[in-house]
Nanobody, 122 residues
């Protein structure tokens, strides 16, 4: 079973930036997506990238502010988050899927990990 480890979260002021990292154990076979869950809310899709990096999808709420990328040589997927807002506060998770489209629909292969906390202060 695919397992993934998230890191890079922290506390930042509104307007600041963070870069999250996701390391899947079996990396090259899957599209990877980022999701987030704020207190009292359901987990939601944030962004996804295909196996080759040629297909990328973002949630409307983060378009123009977040950038997803992957470095196959380092077996890592990144989520660069700029112009952060208090409403971006959440636990961020990554997961694997067959395509960016299936990840957008929430269809994932792995169990959810612990995630990484992102807190944006106003």
């Amino acid at each position: 079973q695919v397992q993934l480890v998230e890191s890079g979260g922290g506390l930042v002021q509104a307007g600041g930036s963070l870069r999250l990292s996701c390391v899947p154990r079996t990396f090259s076979m899957y599209a990877i997506g980022w999701f987030r869950q704020a207190p009292g809310k359901e987990r939601e899709f944030v962004a996804a990238i295909s196996r080759s990096g040629g297909s990328i999808t973002y949630a409307d709420s983060v378009k123009g502010r977040f950038t997803i990328s992957r470095d196959n040589t380092k077996n890592t997927v990144f989520l660069q988050m700029n112009s952060l807002k208090p409403e971006d506060t959440a636990v961020y998770y990554c997961n694997a899927g067959s395509t960016t489209a299936t990840l957008l629909r929430g269809t994932c292969f792995a169990s959810w990990g612990q995630g990484t906390q992102v807190t944006v202060s106003s």
